[in-house]
Each structure stands twice: as C-alpha cells, then as structure tokens.
C-alpha cells in the first residue's frame, strides 16, 4: 500500500476540511493507502519514504522552511494542496504590509498584553512564498479549498498509478 501524508503549513486549515468532506470516499481510500502523518494524527515527526504528499499553506515562518525541505525530500510525490500552496493566496497578503506591521497590529494596536511573542512560535520571514518557490512540486490541486471531489480523484488515480486528471473538477475546468 502507498504512504500517504497531509501537511498543515500556513493555511487556514480549509483545505483540510475539504478533505474530509470525501465522506464514504475515505473510507475507501483507506483500504488503499497507510496514513503516515497527518494533522488528523498524533504523530509528531515527518516518516521516511512517504508516497503522496499533499501540502496546504504556504512557506512563511523559518520552520515552514525546515519542513518543507525535509517533506521533500522524503517524499516521491509532492502536491500543492490548495491556493495558498499555490500562490501564497491569503497567507500571502502581509507581502504587501511587512512582517513588522502585522505583528505590530496583531500584538500591539489589538492586543491586551501588548507583547510581541519571540519564543516558542517560530520567527515570520520576510516574504510568503508558494511552496514551488521552495522546492520542486509535482501537481499543483488548485481551489480555496480545493474541492474534495478533485482531492479524491487525485488521490485515487495516484494510488492506482495514473495520471490524475481533475480539469472538470475545478475552477480550470474544460
Ligand atoms: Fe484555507 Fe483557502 Fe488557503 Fe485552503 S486555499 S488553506 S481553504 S485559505
């Protein structure tokens, strides 16, 4: 059976919900895949030798950096999953204010403590990136979220070794 992981980066987390809108369908891919890592589980470390990887969010704190390098380079096939994957989408909109303004305005001018928090959470780059501008990524599983009828299909068609081919299922449709 394939290894399938889902990665949780800097997106909102729809684009997971969407997943589990497969409903039944999840039920039968799980008799075609093992689940290795996952924000639905407690498993703390990205495994080894994963077959499908499908990543949400995108590149914007040091350590979305660390683990995206590592994903890769464990991973065989690695999805964009999702327009903030894709294209930075919402995440990517502080480009356009800087890091010091949003922290400012989230910790400072809206905040009670007024304290900007500089340990535990990781440090914000300058710059939001799309995962491609990061490491090389093999489909690209467009929508905010992506639906889950294109999740599925591409998920199934990877476990079977073909090619997916989603373009009736999302906004690029024929
Ligand atoms: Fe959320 Fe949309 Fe980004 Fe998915 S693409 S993580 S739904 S904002």
């Known amino acids: 059976m394939k290894r399938v992981a889902t990665i949780w980066l800097d997106g909102c987390s729809g684009c997971h919900m969407s997943f589990l809108d497969m409903d039944s369908r999840l039920i039968e891919l799980s008799c075609m895949m093992d689940m290795v ?4 589980m407690d498993i703390k470390e990205y495994p080894q030798d994963v077959d499908i990887a499908l990543v949400e969010g995108s590149i914007s704190t040091e350590d979305d950096l660390k683990k995206i390098k590592h994903i890769r380079e464990n991973t065989k096939t690695l999805i964009a999953f999702g327009d903030c994957a894709i294209t930075g989408n919402i995440s990517a909109m502080k480009n356009f204010v800087g890091s010091d303004e949003v922290l400012n305005r989230a ?17 914000l780059l300058d710059r939001v990136s799309p995962i491609h ?3 090389s990524v093999d489909y690209f599983l467009a ?16 476990l079977e070794d073909k090619i997916p081919d989603i373009s009736s299922f999302t906004r690029f449709g024929k």
């Open 143 to 158: 929508g905010c979220p992506t639906p889950s009828i294109a999740i599925y299909e591409t998920i199934k068609s990877l």
């Open 107 to 123: 910790y400072i001018e809206l905040s009670c403590n007024k304290v900007i928090p500089n340990k535990v959470v990781p440090r």
């Open 133 to 135: 501008e990061i490491v």
């Open 37 to 40: 890592y996952s924000p639905y």
